[in-house]
Structure formats: structure tokens, C-alpha cells
T-cell receptor, first 112, second 115 residues
Framework: RKEVEQDPGPFNVPEGATVAFNCTYSNSASQSFFWYRQDCRKEPKLLMS???SGNEDGRFTAQLNRASQYISLLIRDSKLSDSATYLCVGGNYGGSQGNLIFGKGTKLSVKP | DGGITQSPKYLFRKEGQNVTLSCEQN?????MYWYRQDPGQGLRLIYY???????QKGDIAEGYSVSREKKESFPLTVTSAQKNPTAFYLC??????????????FGPGTRLTVT
């Protein structure tokens, strides 16, 4: 079974803090990785794709380490509105090509 | 606006009844997916379809059925054979690229409660 593992948290941080989430994946053949954000009782929404070279979108930076099969998400200058569950997602190769494997999520709570 | 719609948002049924959840997309995506999410759990794949008139079982297909007669539509039927049907059901779609995994876009979900 190909898995994506995340620390469930919760991460409780003050506004303005920098917080990092980590994720490991077991399928070394995976080529595609994503971070999704899910608010309470809502659908997951794509936050960003994760590229080998790393990528940044405003306060968010995603990194991929293929050698260690490890993905990270860094959030700088946390806002109250960043409070949500962050899902680490990897592409699944094998019987269901093209499908995604979702981690269970890491819960972030940003406090005033 | 392009997007994915699911209806209804909340659905209540008595045990023993079949129920069909709607999912429609106008993103011109080839692939569509159904997931189930239980409290504190990750998303689990029920069924997926990469092309019209074809679909495949996911990890937890027992007690569910689907059809894909049109590119835009991928309804899910929760049958009475599903032992624990109460859950949050999410439909998603993506472009389909053979061995590549593309990002999926989700509808707002349907919360099904069976008593």
C-alpha cells in the first residue's frame, strides 16, 4: 500500500510565526506532489503544486526532497486566516495510475 | 464560471434505502473521482473514471455504484449494502494524462446521514 504520512498536529502558533509541515511518502515512483488546504466542513482546495526545484507563492514555500522521500510546506508570517488542515498529496503509480494519495492532514491553528 | 457542483449539500436517508449523489463539472476534465471522508480521517477513493463509459473501483468501492454516461456527470449511488454510509462525500475532477497525476479540483461535497 502506497502511503503519505503527516504529523496530525495540531500546530498552535501565534500570528506572525513561521510554521513548517513535513510529509513523507512511500512510493518512490511518484512524480507529482501537491499541498491542499481544507477548512472545517469544506472541500479541499489546491494550495500549491510541489516541484523538484522547490516553489514559492507569497508566504508559502514548498520543497521536495526525492532522496529522502520528503515534502515540506513553510508558511511565513502566519495569519489567522491560515487556520485550516493542510493535506499532503502524492501521485500514485501502479494499479490506479493518475490517481492521488492524500495524507490525513496536519491541523494548523493560528492564534491572535 | 467553471467548476464542480454537487447536490444536495445535506442528505438524510433511512437505513435500507439507496441514494444517488449528483456531481457535475464544466471544466472539460476527462477524469472524475468520488471520495469519502470520515471525521479525523483522510480521503478514501471510492470510484474513478478517466473517460466516458469507463470507470474503475477505488479502495472502498463495496456498497457503491457509479455511471459515466456523459463527460460532465459522474453520479454516485450509495446502496443499502454499504454498511456505514454516513460520511462526507467529495467529487473531484482533473485532466487525465496517462501516467501523470494532475491536480484535482473538488466540489463542495454532500454530507449524507443515514439513520
Amino acid at each position: 500500500r502506497k502511503e503519505v504520512e503527516q504529523d496530525p498536529g495540531p500546530f498552535n502558533v501565534p500570528e506572525g510565526a513561521t510554521v513548517a509541515f513535513n510529509c513523507t511518502y512511500s512510493n518512490s515512483a511518484s512524480q507529482s506532489f501537491f499541498w491542499y488546504r481544507q477548512d472545517c466542513r469544506k472541500e479541499p482546495k489546491l494550495l500549491m503544486s510541489v516541484y523538484s526545484s522547490g516553489n514559492e507563492d507569497g508566504r508559502f514555500t514548498a520543497q521536495l526532497n526525492r532522496a529522502s522521500q520528503y515534502i515540506s510546506l513553510l508558511i511565513r508570517d502566519s495569519k489567522l486566516s491560515d487556520s485550516a488542515t493542510y493535506l499532503c498529496v502524492g501521485g500514485n503509480y501502479g494499479g490506479s495510475q493518475g490517481n492521488l494519495i492524500f495524507g490525513k492532514g496536519t491541523k494548523l491553528s493560528v492564534k491572535p | 464560471d467553471g467548476g464542480i457542483t454537487q447536490s444536495p449539500k445535506y442528505l438524510f436517508r433511512k437505513e435500507g434505502q439507496n441514494v444517488t449523489l449528483s456531481c457535475e463539472q464544466n471544466l472539460n476534465h476527462d477524469a472524475m473521482y468520488w471520495y469519502r471522508q470520515d471525521p479525523g480521517q483522510g480521503l478514501r477513493l471510492i470510484y474513478y473514471s478517466q473517460i466516458v463509459n469507463d470507470f474503475q473501483k477505488g479502495d472502498i468501492a463495496e456498497g457503491y455504484s457509479v455511471s459515466r454516461e456523459k463527460k460532465e456527470s459522474f453520479p454516485l449511488t450509495v446502496t443499502s449494502a454499504q454498511k456505514n454510509p454516513t460520511a462526507f462525500y467529495l467529487c473531484a475532477s482533473s485532466t487525465s494524462g496517462g501516467t501523470s497525476s494532475y491536480e484535482q479540483y473538488f466540489g463542495p461535497g454532500t454530507r449524507l446521514t443515514v439513520t
